[in-house]
């Protein structure tokens, strides 16, 4: 049996990029140190600042929240679980409600919404409402993202936090490059960029990490989670893009971190040539948009008829707004 490359215990992890063996112990702390090299390279978080969590209930967000949860005590800073019901029902909801249980155990506060409360319908609702061969996840999308706006706008949070990794950063890469968006591509650096009023910034801490490397840490930490039982998850192009980069991975180990270098380098070349966004009220719901309508009361409208209009996911329709990036 392999020894730990640190303290020669049993090793229970291969780290194939770069050969390093090491047991459930030190892989814990080889992950921590690489989030938390992370959040300094890209000046992801400060300290002080309350956190915004956005939770499934999977192997990556609940990840985030244990790793978060040791790290902001020594910065000052305060945690928030952002959870959002799509109202999928099954496993899914088995998830969210244990992402919620979760984050109570780890003495982090809960704030939820689901789809019916903020935009009327359920996800299965709205997609049972869309032309063939539309896929689910350009519905969910727009409308998760809003959500979470919502619910980081009504816990005060400075930033939201997802537990996106680099295998989700190059798919969305590759499919940018794919559809020939390079202000897509333009705006992906993990680096700190100049955020619209009321859309506090996104981060994303687990961005160096690899998939695998995640649910080996959700594993060897004894993270709770319960595996993406989505039943829209096979549907579109990213699925073949994850598949693809899996099997490059496997021929080439360390293929994907050099593929993710090159993708930061071309985001950071494309960034100086696109103009910044500039962002205007949507003339629905009020919240930042770049064009005349935002893209969750566009999605609502090309389904039901209807933009947002009433509750929670309406923002003040008057208030300033500033720049983005």
Not at 70 to 90: D, F, K, Q
Not at 267 to 277: E, V
Request: charged share 25%; hydrophobic share 40%.
């Amino acid at each position: 049996m392999d020894a730990c490359d640190v303290c020669g215990a049993p090793a229970a992890h291969v780290i194939e990029r770069s050969g390093r063996r090491l047991c459930d112990a030190h892989y814990v702390s080889y992950v921590e140190r690489k989030v938390a090299r992370a959040i300094s390279r890209y000046g992801m978080l400060r300290p002080r600042e309350r956190i915004g969590v956005a939770v499934s209930g999977g192997k990556d967000s609940m990840s985030l929240l244990r790793i978060l949860s040791r790290m902001a005590p020594r910065h000052g800073s305060e945690l928030v679980a952002l959870v959002v019901h799509e109202g999928i029902g099954g496993r899914v909801e088995e998830s969210h409600a244990l992402a919620e249980a979760y984050a109570r155990s780890l003495g982090i506060s809960v704030l939820s919404a689901s789809f019916e409360e903020l935009f009327g319908r359920g996800l299965p609702d709205l997609v049972g409402r869309a032309p063939a061969g539309t896929s689910a996840c350009s519905i969910c999308g727009p409308l998760r993202r809003r959500a979470i706006d919502v619910l980081a706008r009504d816990a005060g949070v400075d930033v939201v936090a997802t537990g996106h990794h680099m295998d989700d950063f190059l798919q969305t890469f590759i499919i940018a490059m794919m559809e020939g968006d390079l202000k897509r591509i333009a705006w992906m650096h993990p680096g700190p960029k100049p955020d619209p009023e009321g859309r506090p910034r996104r981060v994303q801490p687990l961005v160096e990490l690899y998939e695998e490397e995640v649910l080996g840490y959700a594993r060897a930490a004894g993270v709770p989670f319960i595996p993406c039982d989505c039943p829209y998850r096979r549907q579109g192009i990213r699925v073949r893009v994850r598949s693809f980069l899996r099997e490059l991975e496997s021929r080439s180990p360390g293929a994907k971190e050099i593929m993710f270098r090159s993708a930061l380098a071309i985001s950071r070349s494309l960034s100086g040539d696109i103009p910044r966004a500039e962002y205007v009220r949507c003339k629905h719901c009020g919240w930042p948009s770049t064009s005349e309508v935002c893209n969750a009361c566009s999605t609502l409208m090309s389904l039901v008829g209807e933009p947002i209009n009433s509750g929670r996911a309406l923002y003040d329709l008057g208030a300033r707004v500033g720049p983005g990036g």
